[in-house]
Nanobody, 127 residues
Framework: AQVAESGGGLVQSGGSLRLSCEVS????????MGWFRRAPGKEREGVSA????????YYSDSVKGRFTISRDNGKNVVYLQMDSLKPEDTAVYYC?????????????????????WGQGTQVTVSS
């Protein structure tokens, strides 16, 4: 399987961007897909996730109410709609896929839950 994200770019503060992510070379339903980001000088952090198995979506406190994760009609494709962007949202955004959901207790922020990762896409928010 492969994961590829797209849709990053440069936007002014208060603007919007939509990121897309697709799992290829995997025909079954993934268990979950998530978005992480790494800002300059900081560790990678969880932003949002969609558990396909339960239909549950998750958001970090820093993006709740501004970002929306959605899935494309039963496909292994997710979108991250980012509104009201702030300069502190500037980061490389990574998409990740958990194909099998093998953890006994699944935590969306745990990076090792995810089997495959994309290369990342840069999001820059200017003030």
């Amino acid at each position: 399987a492969q994961v590829a994200e797209s849709g990053g770019g440069l936007v002014q503060s208060g603007g919007s961007l939509r990121l897309s992510c697709e799992v290829s070379r995997f025909t079954a339903d993934a268990y979950a897909m998530g978005w992480f980001r790494r800002a300059p000088g900081k560790e990678r952090e969880g932003v949002s996730a969609f558990n396909f198995n339960t239909g549950t979506t998750y958001y970090s406190d820093s993006v709740k109410g501004r970002f929306t994760i959605s899935r494309d009609n039963g496909k292994n494709v997710v979108y991250l709609q980012m509104d009201s962007l702030k300069p502190e949202d500037t980061a490389v955004y990574y998409c990740a896929a958990d194909l099998y959901g093998s953890s006994w207790v699944w935590l969306w922020t745990r990076e090792y839950e995810y089997d495959y990762w994309g290369q990342g896409t840069q999001v820059t928010v200017s003030s």
